[in-house]
């Protein structure tokens, strides 16, 4: 079976996540990732390597295939076209939880901005939301923590 996974950053802001997000997406063997809406790119407009990305990535954002893109929509109906399973990692009242999401590969997973996740508009695109419960008093984990735990949960189920 092809284990295909993309990774899909939906504005992000935080330079670190996103290097960090890269680093966990190489060690998950992650094909590639798209950087969409405002999430920065490894390299600025001027090719030069970012630094806070190239810290926390620790060079994974050399070896892992990226691409920036602009339109997300446009994105997930060229991957759903080719086959990809789409799921949004989110939280959200049509959601399931994580561990009980049946992926099938290809796999394209999509998170969204630090504070405000993906807009109603991205989840109906998507074929699933799956989303961490959470137990304690906050709502949500840092994004490159829930890219970490879904990826790895989705990579290892048959």
Known sequence: MNKNIFVVLHNI???????????????????KIFLT????????????????????????????????TGDIGKLIKKLRKEGVCVVAV?????????KKFKPKFPLAIILGNEV??????????C????????CG???SLNIAVAAGIALYEFKNKI
Do not use: C
């Open 13 to 31: 802001r935080s330079l670190n996540n996103v290097g960090s997000i890269f680093r966990t997406a190489d060690g998950a063997g992650v094909l």
């Open 37 to 68: 809406g405002y999430t920065p790119a490894p390299v600025d407009s001027f090719n030069r390597e970012r630094k806070e990305i190239h810290k926390t990535a620790l060079g994974a954002e050399k070896f892992i295939e990226w691409e920036k």
């Open 90 to 98: 989110e939280q959200s009242p049509k959601a399931i939880d994580y």
């Open 116 to 125: 405000r996740g993906l807009s109603k508009k991205v989840l109906e695109k």
């Open 127 to 134: 074929g699933a939301i799956a989303q961490i419960p959470m």
């Open 137 to 139: 008093k906050k709502e």
